[in-house]
């Protein structure tokens, strides 16, 4: 499986970008309407999140998510082909200097599924003094699992398994940045916090707050925009600065709130194949931190 996916890789780095994205958009097609990928969710995800989207406008915001979702399975299988500067000029950091006045601590990155995300956490880590663990789930397939590990190592970006994440917060005693995609459904729901997202009680993992609070690690907050197909911009932005000085449940709500925002912004570059809101608020849960900035 791994020399298939060099060999695919190999050929889509011959492709010159107009081509590339042709081919992408052919992809995007055949999952849209051939396979009818995840359709059905995707459908019930812009309706909750656009509650007055019309026919037309789910048609048009589906097809550019089925866009989105190529483009990043072909941008992040092409990284096998990029130089560092290729990247680069494919990724503008805004805002980074934020990371600056935290160069000698610990920090907590929190980021999301939107647009694509793996080539945003692989800039990131070149932009940065200290070094950027990646929190993943390691894939079933060894070898798919490290080439895939390799392929991000290649820039820089170091990855951490999900089950080793405290323990190496705790032995790690230099400043490092943890990223943490943070907008999944929770497994465990009497642990999760639950905040009003998009009007509905939602599971937030909790693991950010936690480890923020136990090491006091400010909290960093990233957005990804699409400028065109192959240009993304990264804006960074100061979450929570003393997570120890405020109530408990803060730090997930503004994770929440801007995170919000940033869907609003363009709702097609969310993966929005995933079922978001799947589980339910157990009851006599603690329900949506309301407590305003």
């Known amino acids: 499986m791994v020399l298939i996916i060099k060999f695919f890789a190999k050929i889509i780095g011959f492709l010159p970008q107009r081509l590339f994205y042709l081919y992408s958009s ?25 509650p007055s989207i019309s026919n037309e406008e789910l048609t048009h915001y589906r097809k550019k998510f089925y866009l989105n979702f190529s483009d990043t399975i072909l941008e992040t299988i092409n990284l096998y082909n990029l130089s560092q500067t290729e990247l680069e000029n494919m990724v503008e950091l805004k805002n980074v200097a934020v990371f600056q006045k935290y160069e000698n601590q610990k920090v907590i990155l929190a980021t999301s599924h939107l647009c694509n995300w793996e080539l945003a956490g692989i800039r990131l880590a070149l932009g940065l003094k200290n070094p950027l663990f990646a929190v ?15 392929l991000r190592a290649k820039f820089n970006l170091n990855l951490v398994p999900m ?7 705790k032995q790690k005693e230099e400043p490092l940045v943890l990223g943490l995609i943070s907008d999944q459904s929770p497994l465990k729901v009497k642990t999760a916090f639950w905040i009003n997202f998009f009007n509905k009680p939602t599971g937030f993992l909790p693991g950010p707050e936690l480890l923020s609070r136990m090491h006091n690690c400010p ?23 003393s997570p ?13 709130k801007e995170l919000e925002k940033s869907i609003e912004l363009a709702p097609y570059n969310w993966l929005l194949t995933h079922r978001r809101w799947k589980r339910t608020m157990p009851e006599n849960t603690r329900y949506d931190f309301t407590t305003e900035d």
């Open 26 to 50: 052919f992809i995007a097609w055949v999952l849209e309407y051939v396979v009818q990928y995840r359709r059905k969710v995707i459908n019930k995800n812009l309706k909750i999140i656009c």
């Open 136 to 150: 993943y789930k390691p894939l079933s397939n060894k070898k798919i699992n490290f080439f895939f590990k390799k």
């Open 163 to 169: 089950n080793d994440t405290a323990l190496m917060m």
């Open 219 to 241: 909290v960093i907050y990233c957005h990804t925009e699409r400028v065109h197909r192959g240009k993304y911009i990264l804006r960074i932005k100061e979450l929570v600065s």
């Open 244 to 256: 120890q000085n405020i109530s408990k449940g803060e730090i997930t709500r503004k994770y929440a």
